[in-house]
């Protein structure tokens, strides 16, 4: 998937935008009304973890950080995911010791090493077959714009540098529908990390729920990097957010090398990056998700030059995230048979 375009995120719509912007306006509004149909009960609760824009905010961390929290619970959560950039259609649960990312899509590849992840272009047939397989809770990585499933919870992930850029939609900015329409369909907004453009979302959302939360790098990751020379590999929907990960660890990024989102990586584009950073005398740093198509491409003796960097989301506030599961795991039980 190609990058956003850079003028999605001037605060200020600039004369493309603002040309591209009657068609924008068709586009959120068909949208809009998408979203506002009636979905199916799927026979458990669902929490829809979602966002307004096009493009990454945080949602697979997340749902992540969410699915963790429902099995402490005692919950059986189970990731409901599109698999994005895989060949397999689904309904199926991933296998993380038998699917690639070319089968199922990275993201999920990425899910479910944390939780029980079932992939599916057909909503309806991926949360039956999730509900089947012993769900007692779904969390939707994405799908706050689907309307094919009931949705217990829905929350929506904003980054805090970038907000909702210029305001909006597609094509002319990175908004799926118009963001006072896309409220009403939220139930809460998960904040993550600081910026003015973030902060002016929540200010938009008076009664709604902000749970404001970070993401925190792995600490082995950290640790190997901080004060080391980095080459930055990613192909992820916003390559600064992984930029600003790595300026948090203390790293010293002599280059970078960012692809489009969900970029299939080849040998060639490997070979590139191991050359390149043998020439600048550095270390790769990778995210987690790059690392799912990386990991088996990479040559051996390059292995000790790959550092992933994992994160995990984490909520300033625990108790106004569980405060809302409470609804949902009463719900749960309820639906469990007698």
Known sequence: MPAAPAFWWREKPSPLARLLAPLGALYGRITLRRMRRQGE??????????????????????????????????????????????????????????????????EPLLMARHARTVIARDRKAGAALARQAGASV???????????????????????GSGIGNGLCLPAGPLRAPLAGQLEQTDALVLIGSGTAGQKVGRQAPGKPLLRARLQPDAAAAERLCGQRVLALSGIGRPEKFRE??????????????????????????????????????????????????????????????????????????????????????????????
């Open 245 to 338: 990960t790595l300026d948090l660890i203390g790293a010293d990024i002599v280059a970078e090398q960012p692809f489009g989102d969900h970029h299939a990586y080849t040998a060639a584009d490997v070979d590139d990056v191991v050359a390149q950073a043998r020439t600048l005398g550095a270390l790769v740093a990778t995210t987690e998700k790059d690392m799912t198509k990386l990991a088996a491409l990479w040559p051996a003796q390059a292995a000790a030059m790959l550092v992933a960097v994992p994160v995990t989301l984490v909520f300033e506030e625990p108790a106004a995230i569980e405060a809302l599961l409470d609804a949902v795991s009463g719900t749960a039980r309820a639906t469990e048979p007698q």
């Open 41 to 106: 009960d799927c026979g458990v609760p669902v929490i829809c973890v979602g966002n307004f824009i096009a493009g990454g905010a945080g949602k697979t961390p997340t749902a992540i950080a969410i699915a963790g929290r429902l099995a402490q619970r005692g919950e059986a959560p189970f990731v409901l995911m599109r698999g994005y950039g895989g060949r397999l259609a689904g309904p199926v649960e991933v296998d993380p010791a038998h699917h690639a990312a070319a089968d199922v899509g990275d």
């Open 138 to 160: 779904i969390v939707m990585d994405d799908g706050l714009q689907n309307p094919a499933l009931a949705k217990t919870l829905r929350l929506a992930v904003v980054d805090g």
